[in-house]
């Protein structure tokens, strides 16, 4: 099998409803999709995002630097391409838009294997589970009160048994406020995710989360700025809270220092941000070595297939607004009742794109850049 076409396209999707975090909020979703055919006659599809600012260059990389290397590859050799694509942008940095650009073409020469072997991707991964536990996760800091109540009740009334609320607020008392009504909300045996997005330093951390811990978070995520190991290693062992983290990491080898350093409890490493599911199954593998286990951020339709194929799954991230299929991108869900997620059965990443959506968010030519830091 050999990859004879590859088109790579930039969609802009505008958001459909109000994202907010600590740090930004969501203006633009940005897909790079790429597009492989093979001398088969199969169509595969890969994709990486970003919030709104780099997919042009992480398009342009794929488009004009990596092409020559895929065309006349053979998917299945799907680790050589890797490393191959890997060494060749070295120079451009081995994280960021290099990563991005490598996790779509990467995804995409999975979904290649798995379609020509007509395998679901968990399944040829070695599936070890049919499902994963899921959980409702808010970008809803801007939502407070009988708001975020109401989000929170949403969430419950469609059966999931895990939510996600972003703190953050700069008055310590509203991000109390915040967990009081969540918990008051579901109850105490619904697990409740708390998210800082890097907010703040070590020591305000401690001092902030260390308020909440009565409301009983089941684990605080990235309270402190992703690059500082030091400061997360310091807040793992000042609170009783479990600390999740890894979105904003690259490499397997960064993974390997906040884990070997004592810096996370639950992985949260990102199949778009670590260069696609080669580098992320091993990220898996390494948490696993030390008895973590995996909660990846956001990219639920790849994500699932990946938490049914390890044995350290911990819970996938369903994205309110996020979805491939609310942004109109994918003809159905991730089939998630009861708070599981189900991978689809057919064979690859099984996601269906809708062609004429694809059309329609094409990028211009030259597009407006709308901030997302306030
Ligand atoms: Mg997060």
Not at 32 to 38: E, S
Not at 40 to 59: E, F, H, K, N, Q
Request: proline residues 4%.
């Amino acid at each position: 099998m050999k990859i004879t076409e590859l088109h790579v396209d930039l969609l802009r999707v505008p958001p459909t409803i109000q994202l907010q975090d600590a740090i930004q909020s969501i203006t633009t979703w940005e897909f790079v999709l790429v597009t492989l055919r093979t001398d088969t006659g199969v169509t595969a599809r890969g994709w990486s995002y970003s919030l709104g600012m780099g997919g042009a260059a992480v398009r342009e990389l794929i488009d004009v630097y990596l092409r020559p290397l895929l065309i006349g590859a053979d998917p299945r050799n799907a680790e050589r391409i890797w490393q191959r694509c890997a060494a060749e942008l070295h120079a451009v940095g081995n994280a960021g838009v290099s990563s991005l650009a490598i996790a779509a073409v990467d995804i995409a020469v999975w979904d290649a294997v798995g379609k020509s072997l007509e395998l679901p991707l968990y399944r040829l991964w070695g599936a070890y589970q049919e499902s994963t536990p899921a959980y409702a996760s808010g970008l809803n800091l801007h939502l407070q009160g009988d708001e975020l109540a109401e989000q929170l009740t949403g969430y419950l009334d469609k059966g999931n048994t895990a939510v996600k609320v972003k703190i953050g607020r700069d008055d310590l008392e509203e991000d109390v406020e915040r967990l009081a009504t969540a918990r008051a909300t579901v109850g105490n045996k619904v697990a409740v995710f708390v998210d800082a997005n890097q907010k703040w330093r070590a020591g305000e951390a401690i001092r902030r989360v260390s308020a909440l811990e009565r409301f009983a978070p089941a684990w605080i995520e990235e309270p402190v700025l992703a690059e500082d190991l030091r400061g997360n290693v310091h807040v793992r062992s000042a609170l009783s809270t479990p600390v999740a983290l890894g979105e904003s990491l690259f490499t397997r080898m960064q993974f390997a220092d906040y884990i070997h350093a004592g810096a996370v409890d639950i992985v949260q490493a990102d199949v778009a941000r670590v260069g696609g599911f080669t580098e992320w199954l091993k990220i898996a593998h390494l948490a696993s070595s030390f008895n973590l286990q995996m909660a990846p951020h956001y990219m639920s339709e790849l994500s699932v297939h990946l938490l049914c194929a390890i044995e350290n799954a911990y819970i996938l991230e369903d994205i309110e607004g996020g979805t491939l299929f609310e942004l109109g991108l994918a003809t159905e869900p991730v089939q998630i009742v009861d708070g599981r997620a189900t991978p689809s059965g057919r064979p690859g990443h099984g996601v269906v794109f809708d062609e004429s959506a694809i059309e329609r968010h094409k990028a211009a030519e030259a597009f407006e850049v709308i901030p997302t830091r306030h």
